[in-house]
Nanobody, 124 residues
Framework: QVQLVESGGGLVQAGGSLRLSCAAS??????MGWFRQAPGKEREFVAS????????YYSDSVKGRFAISRDNVKDTLYLQMNSLKPEDTAVYYC???????????????????WGQGTQVTVSS
């Protein structure tokens, strides 16, 4: 089992930036990702990164504004969010695939471990 704990959420004005972090209880040896869920909507994919950190993939809605990265020494995943928009408001979740599943995934069911989420609110 891997426990994931997100931090870094908060309230920011449109156009601002936030950096989310996700600390893992141990090395995941797997790809990881970020998802988000707005009120009344389904959880949606935001970004994913492979285990080595050499490959990334983004949803069209955040491409060019968000950057996913990881530090495998610190067992921490990051999401740098720039040029934030009110429609980015959501609870953001960190997720990890099972050990040895090192390649990027974009579908909710392909991730086995989830954090509790951190709220991001962007005001207009």
């Amino acid at each position: 089992q891997v426990q994931l704990v997100e931090s870094g959420g908060g309230l920011v004005q449109a156009g601002g930036s936030l950096r989310l972090s996700c600390a893992a209880s141990r090395r995941t040896f797997s790809a990881m990702g970020w998802f988000r869920q707005a009120p009344g909507k389904e959880r949606e994919f935001v970004a994913s990164i492979d285990y080595i950190g050499g490959s990334t993939y983004y949803s069209d809605s955040v491409k060019g504004r968000f950057a996913i990265s990881r530090d495998n020494v610190k067992d921490t995943l990051y999401l740098q969010m720039n040029s934030l928009k009110p429609e980015d408001t959501a609870v953001y979740y960190c997720a990890a695939r099972r050990p040895a599943q090192s390649t990027i995934a974009t579908v909710h069911r392909e991730f086995s471990f989830w954090g509790q989420g951190t709220q991001v609110t962007v005001s207009s």
